[in-house]
């Protein structure tokens, strides 16, 4: 109703600091749950196996990754009804050696310190918290630009925004990130300040607060 527009107000969700695990130890973890996991330049994921996270897309783009990136991996941690289907592009893929579903973790921001870059090509997705905990802990970001994810990141400042079910758009922005450390720092500095100022946990809080108080 027009009379109660004034009176709406968005409070996003926030989040604490993400406690993440010194890079070896993280990195570590993983290859004993995956021993042919190799060093290397590692992108990963952290999602629900279900279609609308869009991972088939990133394997397709891994394709064109590894002809020139033979050293790149693909690691996704999460479980889900797609685990087979995935399973299966893998094995058919060509480049399986490259590419590991790792499973559910608890905790599993703790381990993004293993990864050099986080992507996630969702086909749909809110405000989402996988996004948040990546920026909080500093990691550059490939994105969907879908739903929620523009709020949080402004294409070519805080990340890459690609078209959702687009493997070449994934596999352009993932290239180009693995050829310049200097922009995956800026990208990740810059996501983390974005989170900290826009995103946090007290943020929120603060923002919920002032709703209550308000007296129009």
């Known amino acids: 109703p027009r009379f109660l527009r004034h009176k709406i107000t968005v409070v996003h969700n926030g989040i604490e600091s993400v406690p993440v695990l010194p890079?070896?130890?993280?990195?570590a973890y993983l290859q004993s749950l995956i021993p042919e996991l190799s060093g290397g330049?590692?992108?990963g994921t952290v999602a629900e196996l279900h279609p609308v996270k869009g991972i088939r897309h990133a394997i397709k783009a891994m394709q064109t990754i590894v002809k020139n990136h033979p050293e790149a991996h693909y690691i996704v941690i999460g479980e889900g009804t797609e685990r087979a289907t995935l399973h299966t592009l893998i094995e058919?893929?060509?480049?399986k050696a490259n590419i590991h579903l790792v499973g559910?973790?608890?905790d599993a921001a703790k381990y993004l310190s293993a990864f050099d870059?986080?992507?996630l090509p969702s086909v749909s997705e809110g405000l989402s918290y996988a996004i948040l905990e990546a920026g909080s802990a500093s990691f550059p970001v490939i994105?969907?630009?879908?739903g929620g994810v523009p709020e949080i990141i402004e294409n070519g400042v805080h990340g890459t925004l690609i078209p959702p079910r687009d493997p070449a758009a994934i596999a352009t922005a993932i290239a180009t990130m693995l050829t310049d450390q200097e922009l995956r720092e800026r990208y990740g500095e810059a996501l983390r300040r974005r989170i900290v100022e826009k995103f946090s946990l007290e943020k929120m809080v603060e923002r919920t607060i002032a709703c209550y108080e308000r007296t129009d």
Do not use: M
């Open 117 to 119: 870059i986080f992507v």
């Open 23 to 27: 890079r070896a130890e993280a990195r």
């Open 41 to 43: 330049t590692w992108i």
């Open 92 to 95: 058919e893929s060509g480049i």
């Open 143 to 146: 994105v969907s630009d879908v």
């Open 104 to 106: 559910f973790i608890a």
